[in-house]
């Protein structure tokens, strides 16, 4: 009885130094799975987790520079298209200009902040070297493409809040809803749209430059063109056809039709729902290039 304790501790031993005795082998067996047999069967839910909170601390450890000055820049785009226009004398859509512009300027940045949050992941892994940390571990093209978009839709939302919070700093602005799904549902699409073209973008890209390329030639102009600043019923017809193509432009009036209850999209909520539907589906195709795209490993492991 008193040589027990050692002869167990014998064991235990040799269990943990691989001994290939018989006990040794099973204690091997029940700790671990057969060769070939999978782990994680279906979604990596521990790795998708721990990518998207590495991306949201990555963006929230700079915050002054991510969340609160897009705020501050966006509140000078309100404050000076404002007093440009008259501050309270300009009626547009039946609120004044200050009401109209500040809905399009919270989803405008919304987007904006998704894109650059989206396009800087891939690009920095490639620019310094660490592309293998993220392709490395056990997660699947599915799994790396919702964290890193989950990331930046929530770097989107958090803006959102801050711009929405400095505006109400600004006299005249009500940013009363009429339609509460409307705000969600732009918002959201709006967000998860630019961060797949971020994506795409950060996986194309080489170098910063061509990042800013399309950051400045694409997203830029899309942007300033979209009605952010006015009703497209006001320019020619031939432009009225050409931002109606813009799928921001859906966004974006979109969004403000949830403030207002009045868009630009077209005289009824029937209108507004078609291109709720038509940014939905859009992202259902563009979600689906750049999962084709991810799978195939173009420019990334290479």
Known sequence: MADQPSVTAHADVSVLSGDPTPSGQAAVRRNFPKQGEPIIRQVNWIGLKALYMKEVRRFFKVQTQTIWAPAITTLLFLVIFTLAMGRGSRIVLGVNFATFVAPGLIVMGMMQNAFANASFTFLSGKMQGTIIDLLMPPLSEAELMIAM??????????VGFAIGAAMLLWPGVSLAMAHPWAVVWFGLMGSILLSLLGLLSSIWADKFDQS???TNFVIAPLSMLSGTFYVINN???AFQIVSRVNPFFYIISGFRFGFLGRSDIGDDTLAVLHGALGIGLLNVVLAAITYAVLKSGWKLKS
């Open 212 to 214: 800013a390329l399309v």
């Open 235 to 237: 320019l020619a017809p």
């Open 149 to 158: 978009i989950g990331a930046s839709v929530s770097r989107a939302i958090l």
